[in-house]
């Protein structure tokens, strides 16, 4: 998007070299433009018009072809990301399953060292506290 002149952006809301003369009706049915500072001219208000030769960076920049998601649905339960991938993140899944297991079993072993402690078992007196009745 660029803060252009009203009068260089076209009816569908791109900007153009030429000036674009539009009737009345045309100008009602125009795509609505938003007002923007443009500092080229001065802090003069001006539109904001989409630059037709813009080109987006992101799909080339360091994605290789099938490792990014192109936002298609493909069902439950179904994977976007190309194969490559795929083989990366399943020996990652095992190592968290085998991480989890080792801490399940670790907690275990904790809980039994702690049951067989030879240590005699305390009694806790907890008693109620007394309470003075109050009338009121």
Same mark, same amino acid.
């Given at each position: 998007?660029?803060?252009?002149?009203?009068?260089?952006? !076209?009816?569908?809301?791109?900007?153009?070299?030429?000036?674009?003369? $539009?009737? /009345?009706? +045309? &100008?009602?049915? *125009?795509? %609505?433009?938003?007002?923007?500072?443009?500092?080229?001219?001065?802090?003069?208000?001006?539109?904001?018009?989409?630059?037709?030769?813009?080109?987006?960076?992101?799909?080339?920049?360091?994605?290789?072809?099938?490792?990014? !998601?192109?936002?298609?649905?493909?069902?439950?339960?179904?994977?976007? $990301?190309? /194969?490559? +991938? &795929?083989?990366? *993140?399943? %020996?990652?899944?095992?190592?968290?399953?085998?991480?989890?297991?080792?801490?399940?079993?670790?907690?275990?072993?904790?809980?039994?060292?702690?049951?067989?402690?030879?240590?005699?078992?305390?009694?806790?007196?907890?008693?109620?506290?007394?309470?003075?009745?109050?009338?009121?």
């Amino acid at each position: 998007m660029k803060c252009v002149e009203r009068r260089f952006c !076209d009816f569908n809301g791109v900007m153009r070299q030429q000036e674009s003369r $539009l009737s /009345q009706e +045309q &100008e009602l049915l *125009r795509v %609505p433009l938003i007002p923007c500072v443009n500092q080229l001219r001065g802090q003069a208000v001006d539109t904001c018009c989409r630059d037709p030769n813009y080109k987006d960076p992101w799909p080339e920049t360091g994605a290789v072809q099938g490792e990014w !998601d192109d936002g298609q649905y493909r069902g439950e339960g179904s994977r976007a $990301l190309g /194969q490559g +991938q &795929e083989q990366q *993140r399943e %020996p990652k899944r095992e190592q968290e399953q085998e991480q989890e297991e080792q801490e399940q079993e670790e907690q275990e072993q904790e809980e039994q060292a702690w049951r067989w402690t030879s240590e005699p078992e305390t009694k806790i007196n907890v008693r109620k506290p007394k309470r003075n009745p109050t009338y009121g």
